[in-house]
């Protein structure tokens, strides 16, 4: 079992849907926990960050992160085709001297 | 300003020559990165860099060998390159081990 576990997709929405982007993770020395967006050709650019458990919201991403269950999500309201993109999660330990653990990410198609 | 700048954009080559990929960033980060993105999309680490000192060294073939002359460089020397090579190479940075990482735009290889 990967250390990080995180369908690859397509997922394909309508516009205005709400999309639900998921990681599992196996090892509870993971701390906390980052969603990247990365466009076609483009690198991955940092979205939310966060250490604790339950929800994170900023605009219309809320990151929320489940320790007990090891499970992450971010959740996209009012989806538009803008945020078609592939969404990595990462999940780095503590101590400052690991290297964030990336999930292989979801591809997210929103159509019109 | 470009945070996180990596040259060249494309490369394109024939199988056992030598090429170079050079990254800067203008952060002030201590800790530099390189990773290599598959056609899958899975970004896997090569090699970390702290303060110009060599931190991390996953499982690269020794064709790779990175150098970074100050802290705000970190480049990639590949030494006799194969078909495998192929792959998109993104450059990233952070603030100290363990931190957010800001990436760069990436260089596509193309190993003919």
């Known amino acids: 079992q990967k250390e990080v576990e995180q369908d690859p997709g397509p997922l394909s929405v309508p516009e205005g849907a709400i999309v639900s982007l998921n990681c599992t993770y196996s090892?509870?020395?993971?701390?906390?926990f980052m969603w990247y967006r990365q466009y076609s050709r483009k690198g991955p650019e940092l979205l939310m960050y966060t250490y604790s458990s339950g929800n994170k919201e900023d605009g219309r991403f809320t990151a929320q992160v489940d320790k007990s269950s090891k499970y992450i999500s971010l959740f996209i309201r009012d989806s538009q085709p803008s945020d078609s993109a592939t969404y990595l999660c990462a999940l780095g330990r503590a101590g400052g001297s690991y290297i964030p653990t990336f999930g292989r990410g979801t591809s997210l198609i929103v159509h019109p | 300003d470009t945070a996180v700048s990596q040259t060249p954009k494309y490369l394109v080559t024939q199988m056992g020559n030598d090429k170079s990929i050079k990254c800067e960033q203008n952060?002030?980060?201590?800790?530099m990165y390189w990773y290599k993105q598959d056609s899958k999309k899975f970004l896997k680490i090569m090699f970390s860099y702290n303060n110009k000192e060599l931190i991390i060294n996953e499982t690269v073939p020794n064709r790779f060998s990175p150098k970074s002359p100050d802290k705000a460089h970190l480049n990639l020397h590949i030494n006799s390159l194969e078909l495998g090579d192929s792959a998109v190479y993104f450059c990233?940075?952070?603030?100290?081990?363990?931190?957010?990482?800001?990436f760069g735009p990436g260089t596509r290889l193309t190993v003919l």
């Open positions: 952060l002030g980060h201590d800790t």
């Open positions: 990233a940075s952070s603030l100290q081990m363990g931190n957010e990482q800001f």
């Open positions: 090892n509870s020395a993971f701390q906390y």
